[in-house]
Structures are given as structure tokens and as C-alpha cells.
């Protein structure tokens, strides 16, 4: 049965989904075990857990992408049972992932109406009354959005609007969004929640998955949190803390989120100067031993092409780049790492791992000259330093062998931490960017002490990211990038929320760059 619901825990009638029971298993794991969740028309449902407690594997069956092992499930007080999307959506259920399902090539009405499109008397598909309707569903959202445009041409926020509008174009009585928020900027998640309020002041019900408490906070009714593929409590959102979400979350008290020990910063590291190429424009900068710098900006302020620049995946037509006084050739990703360099991508599945690899394949991929006799991989020693890491950073994975692609996104993201760990011995400095995108709580908190661990070591760590309070916690000094160029540089000490939006949003004069680190000495 799942743990006991806290006092006062938020009862609803007539629930559009009641799923109880709900019971999934896959090869070594049982990823959700007699769990119970029910969603009510016009409420906002949030869903809360760490990587791999089971929100995606439930969402997934309310999909009908996978079939349950056990349980039951109604939609409108009807008993179902799910073998295809084709039967969720047939019973008004619509997913937004996070990785949109959109065709780019279309146009936004043809994505809108895919695989329902208006028809003629004729029996031809009827473009105009498509573009219209299309039209007025966006408006109904208080959008406006040129349904003739190429999907692919709309921003990430706006494509989640055209999820949004095909759910509605199919009447739907249930959305699940997973994650909406992880690469929206500020003003964009002010959009999407405004059009959250209309969909639920129309009886229109929303389970909502994602990670970050102070969105369940602003948007939910009611929560429901799983630990270990368990329910542990459904409660109303104002009967709860972020502290006892986090402690609900983890099985534990979480006490301090950005352990940051003090700096043990040494010379001059990485030294960046005047580099132009694939947006950016006269970036100057420079890295200290044992130092984390921040760098902050908007979506599309080109922090992710800064640090693939740096490392040779993005073109660079200028500038230079030198580590420990030598120089990266540009566009040369091999000499990167030869020279000490690391990269973790923003995008963990499409550029940092190999799905379809094991979980030990992709954490040696960087080191495999360390396991190497001649043209012989040694297996054991291979084996021995993967599962050595498997236990220092707490990767949840039934067997070595099991292919990465099943893991959570957090167990993913330690994947890629301990590639680049399994080279320290000759990591000079690591590019970390978003690296806490879509992971829950504790395993931030895990990453984050394993980057303040790599500090202290001497490495070097460029930590971009466009969540602030992360920046705030973890960073020794912080740059500020807009349009592709810097505009600020705070210490750790003068830096605040107000201080980097101005610099990341406003085309008011740079704010003073703060001193190096090193620039007493």
C-alpha cells in the first residue's frame, strides 16, 4: 500500500483520471509499485520526485506508451486500459514532453491539426479553415502566432503553445505537462502560466511535472510526491513547505543545497580573449585554478555557445583560447581534451551520451587510453572504474551493462560527471553547461558537491547555467552574458538576483566588471 497521507491531506470529487494501484516493472527494476494518483477537472495536479522515482513511467501509461502490470484506471469515471497514444488520445489525454513532438517542416496549423486535418466536400484537405481555426485557438490563448509559419522558425516557448493549441484543436480534457519550464526565460514562464489559468478556469484538468519547487509553489493545487517508484503523499500545495517536499522527495533532511566550501583558488587557468564566432562577438575572459565561474544569461544570450566555442563544437572565426599556456586550436574538439579540457552539453542525450551504449561504455568513453594494452580494451580495469564511480556518485542502474538510455535524466547527468572525473588525473578544466537541467533536488545538490570537490582539486570549472539561484549558490565570480557578449563580471559578494537580470536584460551601460580573483596578489 503507499505510505500514509500527512493530516490534511486534499481530498477532490468526481476525478476526470483515477489511477490506483498502479503497478510497472521492467527488467531489474520496479519502477512504480501500488501507486495511487487522481487529477479533478480545472486543478493544476503537480508531480514530485527524484530522477527515477517513477513520474515519467506513470505519465508514460497515462500515454499509452507503456501498459501497466497492475492496477486500474478511469478516465471520466470509465474503467481503461491503454495499448496506444491513440487510445489516450482518443479519450481527450494529451502529453506535452519535454521534448516537443512537433514536425518542423510543417507549418503551425498543420502541427496543430496533425493526423486530424479539416477536410473539403471534396475530400481535400481544407488549408484555409485549418489556419483559421488554428488561428483562434491561439488567440482563445491570448497568443498570437502566425499559423502559416514553419514550426521550426517559432522560439522553444512558443512551440510549447502549439502542443498546447493541438490538445485543445482535439478538445482535451486532461493535459500532462512534463517539465514546460526547463528552457523557457522568465517572461515566457509568466506567458505559459497565464495560459495554465485559462485552461483551468475552463474545467480543463493539468498534471504538471517538474522539479522546481518554487513553480509548484506559484502554479498547483496539489502534489502528489513519489520516492522509489512509491507514492509517499498527495497534499494541497498551501499545506505544504519546500522543506518538506525536498524531505519527502529524498527520505532526508536536506540542509545545505550549494555546499560551498571556501575557494582554494591558484593562478591563472584558461585565459579567453577577444573570441568571436557563432554569435558571440569579443568575449575576454579568464579562469583561475580551483575557481568556479558563473556565467549567466537569458535563453539565447549564447552561454551554451560559449562554451561549446571554447571546447572547438562551435565555429569560431577569432580569438584565441589558451589552457595552462597552451593554445586550443579552434574548431578541434580532440585537442580540447588532449590539452585538459572537458565538456558537458546542455543537451545530455543529443550531443553527451551514446544512448544506445552501456551505462560503463559511456562513462569511459573520454578514458579509454587509460584501460588500453596496445589495440586491447581491458575489460576488468574498465569495469572496476565504472563501478567504482557507480558508488561514489550514487547512479541508480541495475547493472553495468544496462544501456544508459533507461536511466533517469539524473543517473544520466552523474553518467557524464563521471566521464570527465575518470580523466581528473589530466582534467585541467571543466565546461559544465546547464548541468542541473530537468534533476531533481537531491541529485543537484550531489552535482554540486562534486563540483565544489573538483574545485578544490585544482581544476578549473566554467559553470553556465540560466537558473540564477544556482549561479548565486555555486559560483566564485559570475559573468553576465546578453546578444552574445558579456556585459557584466560580479564577485561572489556584490552579486544578486536584481544586479545579473539587469546585466542579462537591459541595454543599460555594463555594470562595473569586478576585480580578478587573483587581482590583490
Known sequence: ?????????????????????????????????????????????????????????LIKILAGVHRRDGGTMRVAGEEVDFASPADSLGRRIKVVYQELDLVDGLSVAENVFLGGYPKTPRGLVDFAAMRNRTRELLADLGLEIDPALPVGELRVAEQQMVEIARALSRQARLIVMDEPTSALSPAEVDTLFGVIARLKSRGVAIVYVSHKLDEIERIADRVTVFRDGRRVVTAGVAETTPRQLVAWMVGRELHDLFPKSAPAIGGPLLVVDRLSGSGLRDVSFAVNAGEIVGVYGLMGAGINTLGRALFGAAARDGGSVVLAGAAIRPNHPRDAIAKGMGLLTENRKQDGLVLPLAVRANMTLAALARFADLSWIKGGAETRAAAEYVDRLGIKTPSLRQPVRYLSGGNQQKVLMARWMLRQDSLKLLILAEPTRGIDVGSKAEIYRLIDAMAHRGIGIVFMSTEIPEILGIADRILVMREGRITAELGRAEATQERLVAAAATDDEPLPAALPIDAAS
Open 1 to 57: 500500500m503507499p505510505d500514509s497521507p500527512i493530516p490534511g491531506e486534499a481530498t477532490v470529487a468526481a476525478p476526470v483520471l483515477e489511477m490506483r494501484g498502479i503497478r510497472k516493472v521492467f527488467p531489474g527494476v520496479v519502477a512504480l509499485d501500488d501507486v495511487d494518483v487522481d487529477v479533478v477537472a480545472g486543478e493544476v495536479h503537480a508531480l514530485l520526485g527524484e530522477n527515477g522515482a517513477g513520474k515519467s513511467t
